[in-house]
T-cell receptor
């Protein structure tokens, strides 16, 4: 049973465009929803995260939108740049579950110059 | 500040051989995790630890064992390697969500250990 479903699997965007990646979760006990960015040959690194008490969080060009009733959250990258080309993972975890994170399958983003 | 360090970075094994991956963190994190990453399958949790001397099974624990004798180290062992264990292994650590300075469950990852089993 996959608890976090991520789409699309891959995404190609022109420089300056908007990149949107979506995730859906099943477990209503999840209370922390991070997005990780991974470059080739490196480990994932936290990009931005949200808790379910807010519907949106913005950090620079990166925004998380969160819909608690639909059990969905998404990452928006505004003014996408070639340096944003990476694999993005959504995740979900619960304070009551030792912080174990369940990850989506990942989205490979390519930003064309 | 090294963060999370994994050794070795690359290893090739023959079926049936054993090996140990070492993870060391210098951030005084309570929690440590071992994930495996396979193409198109995201990161799957193998084993985790919530403190020194404790370990627990994750999503895909079969064929692996772990130990956490010291707070800063988390070892992942393969007793009899199989080709299905060919993967990239990532160690991660974190504070408890409510107990750390950031108040989040942010995971800090190592750079990975690429294992090939022939």
């Amino acid at each position: 049973q996959q608890q976090v479903k991520q789409s699309p699997q891959s995404l190609i965007v022109q420089k300056g465009g908007i990149s949107i990646i979506n995730c859906a979760y099943e477990n209503t006990a999840f209370d922390y929803f991070p997005w990780y960015q991974q470059f080739p040959g490196k480990g994932p690194a936290l990009l931005i995260a949200i808790r379910p008490d807010v519907s949106e969080k913005k950090e620079g060009r990166f925004t998380i939108s969160f819909n608690k009733s639909a059990k969905q959250f998404s990452l928006h990258i505004m003014d996408s740049q070639p340096g944003d080309s990476a694999t993005y993972f959504c995740a979900a975890s619960s304070d009551t579950n030792a912080g174990k994170s369940t990850f989506g399958d990942g989205t490979t983003l390519t930003v064309k110059p | 500040n090294a963060g999370v360090t994994q050794t070795p970075k690359f290893r090739v094994l023959k079926t049936g051989q054993s090996m140990t991956l070492l993870c060391a963190q210098d951030m005084n994190h309570e929690y440590m995790y071992w994930y495996r990453q396979d193409p198109g399958m995201g990161l799957r949790l193998i084993h985790y630890s919530v403190g020194e001397g404790t370990t627990a099974k994750g999503e895909v624990p079969d064929g692996y064992n772990v130990s956490r004798l010291k707070k800063q180290n988390f070892l992942l062992g393969l007793e009899s390697a199989a080709p299905s264990q060919t993967s990239v292994y990532f160690c991660a650590s974190s504070y408890p969500s409510s107990g750390g300075p950031t108040g989040t469950g942010e995971l800090f990852f190592g750079e990975g250990s690429r294992l090939t089993v022939l």
